[in-house]
């Protein structure tokens, strides 16, 4: 079964920072384009970023350029999202995702595997 496991979710106060990893089951995901999403309560589940296959491209919202990284290791099959300067805006439910073409997409909607999340919280 093709799943994601996600872990490194936490409680940080703000300017904080945590490292979530997305550990991938049941498939390799070199051949995947990997996202971040996150759904905060009461709120859409919105992308936070997302990188290609090969890892030449990425994308990130708005609202965590500069902030956050998203990096990938194909030989462990692994997606990690370094979360830096974090803000109370920041929580929710973070969830990995993967897209059966190279390319990223903004959309929840075109991805196929999902992880059951890691929270995060960031509060004072």
């Known amino acids: 079964q093709l799943h994601f496991v996600e872990s490194g979710g936490g409680s940080v106060q703000p300017g904080g920072s945590l490292r979530l990893s997305c550990a991938a089951s049941?498939?390799?995901?070199?051949?995947?384009?990997i996202g971040w999403f996150r759904q905060a309560p009461g709120k859409e589940r919105e992308v936070v970023s997302c990188?290609?296959?090969?890892?030449?491209?990425?994308i990130y919202a708005d609202s965590v350029k500069g902030r956050f990284t998203i990096s990938r290791d194909n030989a462990k099959n692994m997606v990690y999202l370094q979360m830096n300067s974090l803000n109370p805006e920041d929580t929710g439910i973070y969830y990995c995702?993967?897209?059966?073409?190279?390319?990223?997409?903004?959309?929840?909607?075109?991805?196929?595997?999902w992880g059951q999340g890691t929270q995060v919280t960031v509060s004072s």
């Open positions: 995702a993967a897209r059966s073409v190279s390319g990223c997409a903004p959309l929840s909607l075109s991805y196929d595997v």
């Open positions: 990188i290609s296959s090969g890892g030449s491209s990425t």
């Open positions: 049941g498939f390799r995901t070199a051949y995947y384009a």
